[in-house]
């Protein structure tokens, strides 16, 4: 959909942003805390003292239901991440955060923010772009979208939608207008 990309405008125009795919790395990285319990949960998904994503991968398309299990080890750990971030971005003065979160609705996330925009492309550009990607599958594809709400139903249920089809600079613009809207929101709401 777009939904990194659109996070890295967000960022670029000085708004802090949580990245959960970024912090997830983190955890999974030799040292970080998710790898002794993930590693307990999914024995060979270890490597050299890290997790080994494509093999945490390989071993949740060949169960589905391991995700259950591996959420309530990564969500823990991911919120207090999320908390140590709101914190730092309270001590900057920061007016606006994002979080760029997969699954939001899915793992009840919406529920922990003051609003909710939902990145969205066609099904035809969002198929191309994810089997684009190194490692991506049709299996895989279909695994992630069976995952999730359809988009239809996150358009519905968001507060702000950028279209990412019409290319970068389109959703720049988006950005720059949310932007803008969102902090004459907060300023008037503190008045």
Request: charged share 25%; net charge negative.
């Amino acid at each position: 959909m777009g939904k990194s990309t659109t996070a890295s405008m967000f960022a670029a125009a000085g708004i802090p942003v949580f990245d959960s795919d970024a912090i997830v790395h983190d955890l999974y990285a030799k040292g970080g805390a998710a790898v002794k319990p993930v590693s307990e949960a999914f024995p060979e998904i270890l490597d050299n003292g890290s997790i080994s994503r494509s093999s945490l991968s390989r071993s949740l398309t060949d169960n589905p239901a391991g995700f259950e299990k591996l959420n309530r080890i990564v969500h823990p750990l991911v919120a207090e991440e999320r908390s140590r971030f709101l914190d730092a971005a309270h001590a900057d003065g920061a007016e606006l955060v994002v979080f760029d979160i997969p699954l939001l609705f899915e793992t009840g996330g919406h529920d922990l923010v003051d609003g909710v925009l939902v990145v969205t492309a066609p099904a035809a550009i969002q198929r191309e772009r994810v089997l684009g990607r190194t490692g991506m599958t049709e299996e895989k594809f279909a695994s992630i979208l069976a995952r999730q709400v359809p988009d239809a139903e996150k358009r519905a249920r968001a507060d702000f939608i950028i279209d990412t089809s019409e290319g970068l600079e389109s959703a720049r613009k988006a950005v720059d207008d949310l932007i803008l809207h969102l902090k004459a929101q907060t300023n008037h709401d503190t008045k």
